[in-house]
């Protein structure tokens, strides 16, 4: 690469940050268009597969990362990046990373050279595309590989976001990830939608080009593992290199300064991302919380702990942004948190980094674009709503999504009633269900009814995960002398999607008819007992109430008339199954009863 004015490049930066203009910038974008193919050295390899491998140098760079402004991978085919001393790899990229732009960004590579290798396997169809469109030259250490200072060059005041004042945010922090868009630096934020669907909307600001972003490379999890701030400055590098490459734009307004993108893949269950939730109404909070990654540091946390003022820098509308008059704690922004998410004290997601004036020895005067004024535009592309509220909903918050929170599980398990045969014209549903889910079910919600859902009824409780419990739902009429069924669904475990829909429905027929030995059935203290015997004598009838496993648990002897009733206290008896046993003369008539 040709030489360049490093010096002028740091002040045209600092120049950048004094206005808050632009990104914070660690190096310098080499503008080439380099094909692999043509300017590598081929080697063939046993079995007629190849290898193409080319070398980039600039000279003096702490660090060197690529875009490819044509990038294609055929199946089979492979890419890597590695340092000259092969201590740093990173790929292999593959079709899976084709996407509909194109075009790879890569993280950084230590060093001032660079070595692109590309796998072609036997068999090739030769459809693969290499062109490098830029390669920058890193004249800051954003990643602390030559350590002279604490992780960088962010401000001693900036507090670890794993330091106990962080407690209380661990969420947000997991939805927030650096940026590296070519040579420059911002911050942002993945956003939850009101499908709750992990879909990766990521929320920065309009100064950091979202509409460039198709080969930027988004860094989660970038987090000092201790907390080394503000005292003794020794905050150490990540042990994590979670990274999503590439985006897609969606909308962006210069007057909220908002940018929205959708990462090319959703992150994988292993980086523990969460999706922020937000607050679209434009209500002041009392307080609020920034967590961004000033000068590309490791993840930093900031707070207000006072309600903003509203203003806007530089806006064409009035009060379009929240103001932080000063952050408390001894906590700033700096350069890089461009685009940085803004919580209030409710954890909802109120607007994202302008710029201002912040630093360690002034931390005043931040401006924050306001989500409420970025939710509304003329169309798609300069607004928030169609994609945070995609089926228009009109909510004003929604809270936040973690794809990896435990799953929310219930079955159910059999319907206890009505019988299969049902005495009188009332019935009154029970149910048996199961908690199959990682943690405690405190809602659920019951759709019910004769053929068709017709009847709702919201349950809260606490059931522990494996344990089981009897629900009794609200009673309703049926017709007499009639066969029913009788239907049970439940959605929506702790307000959640169920992870297993397939156990969540249940079905029984019944016969409804007043001509049964007992009613009502199931019943609370009382029962009644027909005894319509077309013969009586002398011979006493012998009433038993049995248990499942045949132990006698309420018995008596009783001489009637043809007609007669008995009616039978019931207190004593837990709530369950019971057998009712007649028995006169030859005659034994046994009936299954329930006790609610």
Avoid at 329 to 344: M, P, Y
Avoid at 376 to 390: E, I, K, M, Q
Avoid at 393 to 411: E, H, R
């Amino acid at each position: 690469m040709p030489s360049f004015d490093v010096q002028q490049a740091i002040a045209d930066n600092k120049e950048n940050i004094k206005k808050g203009t632009g990104m914070y910038m660690f190096g310098f974008e080499h503008h080439v268009s380099i094909s692999l193919f043509d300017a590598g050295s081929w080697i063939n390899l046993n079995g007629g597969s190849k290898i193409c491998r080319l070398e980039l140098e600039s000279k003096n760079a702490i660090s060197i990362n690529l875009i490819f402004n044509d990038f294609y991978l055929e199946q089979g085919a492979y890419l890597h990046l590695y340092s000259s001393d092969k201590q740093q790899v990173q790929g292999a990229y593959t079709s899976a990373n084709n996407n509909e732009d194109n075009v790879l960004g890569t993280d950084l590579i230590k060093g001032d050279k660079i070595i692109v290798e590309y796998y072609q396997p036997k068999n090739s169809k030769e459809s693969s595309r290499l062109n490098i469109g830029m390669v920058v030259h890193g004249y800051i250490d954003i990643n602390n590989w030559e350590n002279k200072m604490k992780v960088n060059e962010s401000g001693n005041c900036n507090m670890d976001v794993i330091c106990p004042d962080g407690d209380l945010w661990r969420n947000e922090i997991k939805a927030v990830a650096r940026i590296v868009n070519g040579g420059g630096l911002c911050s942002g934020t993945l956003v939850n939608n009101t499908n709750n669907d992990g879909k990766p909307y990521f929320l920065t600001a309009n100064h950091c080009s979202p509409q460039s972003m198709a080969s930027a490379v988004f860094r989660f999890n970038y987090d000092s593992p201790i907390c080394g701030s503000q005292t003794a400055s020794n905050s150490q590098t990540a042990v994590t290199n979670d990274l999503i490459n590439g985006s897609s734009f969606k909308a962006r307004n210069v007057n909220s300064d908002f940018g929205l993108i959708l990462l090319n893949t959703v992150p994988p269950a292993s980086y523990e991302v969460y999706y922020a939730g937000w607050n679209n109404s434009g209500d002041v909070p009392f307080s609020t919380v920034g967590i961004h990654h000033p000068r590309g540091d490791v993840k930093k946390i900031s707070f207000d702990d006072n309600a903003p003022a509203s203003g806007n820098m530089g806006s064409a509308i009035v009060n379009a942004e929240w103001n932080i008059l000063a952050w408390d704690r001894n906590t700033t922004t700096e350069g890089g948190s461009s685009g940085s998410g803004l919580w209030d004290e409710n954890h909802y997601i109120i607007g994202q980094l302008h710029g201002g004036q912040a630093n360690c020895s002034n931390s005043i005067n931040d401006y924050y674009g306001k989500f409420a004024v970025s939710w509304n535009g003329s169309s798609a592309t300069n607004r928030l709503r169609d994609w945070l509220d995609p089926n228009n909903s009109g909510v004003t918050s929604l809270t936040g999504f973690d794809p990896n929170a435990p799953l929310n599980n219930v079955s159910l398990i059999r319907i206890e009633s009505p019988l299969e045969l049902t005495c009188g014209n009332t019935i009154y549903p029970s149910l048996i269900i199961k908690n199959i889910g990682e943690q405690n079910l405190e809602y659920l919600t019951f759709k019910y009814g004769i053929d068709n859902y017709s009847s709702t009824y919201i349950w809260t409780g606490d059931l522990q995960p494996n344990d089981t419990l009897l629900i009794n739902l609200p009673s309703f009429s049926v017709h007499q002398f009639s066969e029913h069924n009788l239907m049970i669904k439940a959605i929506n475990p702790n307000h959640l999607e169920d992870s297993d829909t397939l156990n969540n429905t249940l079905n029984k027929s019944f016969i409804s008819n007043e001509n049964c030995l007992a009613f009502p059935n199931p019943f609370s203290n009382n029962l009644t007992v027909n005894l319509e015997l077309d013969k009586v004598n002398d011979k006493p009838i012998i009433v038993s109430i049995t248990d499942a496993l045949g132990k006698t648990l309420w018995k008596t002897e009783y001489k009637i008339d043809k007609g007669s009733q008995l009616n039978i206290k019931t207190n004593d008896l837990a709530s369950g199954i019971y057998l009712l046993n007649i028995r006169y003369s030859d005659y034994l008539m046994t009936q299954k009863i329930v006790k609610k």
